[in-house]
């Protein structure tokens, strides 16, 4: 067996949680070269099937341990115009390394980790694939998170004008928006939003589709196709007495004014965010992860994450989990909030609960959490933050009347050709799944780039 696996360096927790800069660090050259010398190259390789991009993966890892970091990150551009962004918070766990031969006996190439140890560097210049030529083909993308940049960058390969409409000041979606510091740096992002513009991609900013501009506009303004990549924004709530009391927020709200607006840095940055001493975040996916441990950094000195299902159960990535543990934040499973109660200013106060257990397996095939009789309890906080996933924004629906959308809100795709109910228009990502993760909605971007193309037939 290949040597064990190197280990991720990070920053030691005394140090990390009085900041928000970014808590996993890079490999070195040596350490780089060690971990991609482990991967035996597959004749067969199983990492590639689980890679939603399609990355070739063996050739860049043994580009990386050869030495040639440049053209490691060559290979991967061929395949992904977001490598730094993967490197790092993509769930290579469920991905590619889930499905390494190496992970049978012992542990799995670190792919996400050589993937990132690629990326840092400023990105190679990528040429056209032989046989591909500029069009004067417009495509409208809709969204500048991972679905849309990813979906942009592809369609600029083959040769398309592509425009990419982004509703905020600032582009890349739920990247920039959604995703602490401490895990994915602004510059990281921008600056793979500037390598995909150096592609020929004309980005837009301020410009809401469905308000600003409706899809019947963008046809008549001359795009051919459109894919709608806009995410899923619109926070779900408990549906619980006391939500509407202040100190609740929804995690967009907080994550928002956190990483966009840069309410950390208040009063430089004029965004405030009033935080208490005691927090409690509802959820355990990645959002509350990130969500409970922005609190520990902003003054609280106590955290809680509050969920109504057992450990293994938990959506979050067992990295992020983990780091939150370390971090001390305390995690109160099988644990279901009933009503949270106010003091007489109207600010929250406490949280009642109630105690679950495991039943029987419900349509997910998880066991479904139920009540236990007569558990409730009090919990104090003064913060409550809910995590506990999205849904799509009604707004471009509501103004394309022919586009048909599940009842939770989602563009309803064929799913073989990722077309929605109106010939022309395209969607992936969040606005088809739901809330996911930025890897499956890149995956989506990919392929519907080639429906595109099929489409045009140009």
Not at 33 to 50: N, S, T
Not at 213 to 221: A, G, M, Q, R, S
Not at 227 to 241: E, H, Q, Y
Request: glycine share 8%; hydrophobic share 40%.
């Amino acid at each position: 067996m290949p040597a064990d696996r190197h280990k991720i360096p990070e920053r030691p927790v005394a140090d990390r949680i009085k900041d928000f800069e970014e808590v996993a660090l890079p490999f070195d050259l040596e350490s780089a070269k060690a971990e991609a010398k482990r991967c035996i190259q597959c004749k067969k390789p199983k990492c590639v099937d689980g890679c939603p991009v399609e990355i070739d993966i063996p050739a860049f890892i043994k580009l990386v341990a050869e030495g040639k970091q440049d053209e490691a990150l060559a290979k991967i551009k061929e395949k992904n115009a977001l490598p730094a962004v993967c490197g790092r918070v993509c769930p290579q766990e469920d991905q590619c390394e889930k499905l390494c031969i190496l992970g049978i006996k012992g542990k799995p190439v670190a792919i996400g980790a050589l993937e990132r140890f690629a990326s840092e560097q400023p990105s190679p210049s990528i040429p056209l694939p032989e046989g591909e030529g500029s069009t004067k083909v417009k495509v409208a993308v809709v969204g500048s998170g991972p679905a849309g940049i990813t979906c942009a960058a592809d369609l600029a390969h083959m040769g398309y004008k592509v425009t990419m409409f982004e509703s905020l000041s600032d582009s890349g979606g739920v990247l920039i928006y959604g995703i602490p510091e401490f895990r994915l740096p602004k510059k990281i992002v921008r600056t793979e939003i500037e390598y995909v513009k150096s592609l020929g991609v004309e980005l837009l900013n301020d410009v809401l589709i469905g308000k600003t501009l409706t899809i019947e506009d963008l046809f008549k303004d001359g795009y051919k196709a459109i894919f709608v990549g806009s995410g899923a924004g619109l926070p779900n709530f408990m549906r619980i007495p006391g939500e509407n009391l202040l100190g609740v927020y929804s995690a967009n709200e907080f994550l928002c004014r956190i990483n966009m607006m840069k309410a950390y840095k208040f009063p430089k940055y004029l965004t405030p965010i009033k935080i208490g001493k005691k927090v409690a975040v509802f959820g355990a996916g990645n959002v509350a992860m990130d969500a409970a441990r922005c609190a520990l950094r902003l003054g609280a000195d106590e955290v809680k994450i509050i969920y109504r299902r057992a450990r293994e159960q938990m959506p979050a990535r067992i990295e992020e989990i983990e780091r939150a543990e370390e971090e001390g934040i305390d995690f109160h499973l099988l644990t279901a909030p009933t009503e949270l109660f106010g003091n007489e200013n109207g600010w929250i106060k406490e949280a009642e609960c109630l105690k679950m257990e495991l039943g029987e397996p419900d349509k997910s095939g998880r066991r479904r959490p139920v009540p236990v009789p007569n558990s409730e309890f009090r919990v104090s906080i003064d913060t409550a933050v809910i995590a506990i996933g999205n849904k799509p924004n009604p707004l471009i629906p509501q103004s394309a009347s022919d586009l048909k959308t599940e009842k939770w809100g989602g563009i309803i795709v064929d799913p073989a050709t990722q077309m929605s109910s109106i010939p022309g228009v395209f969607a992936g990502g969040d606005i088809v799944r739901g809330a996911a993760t930025v890897i499956s909605a890149m995956g989506d971007g990919k392929v519907a780039a080639r429906k595109i193309k099929e489409f045009l037939n140009v």
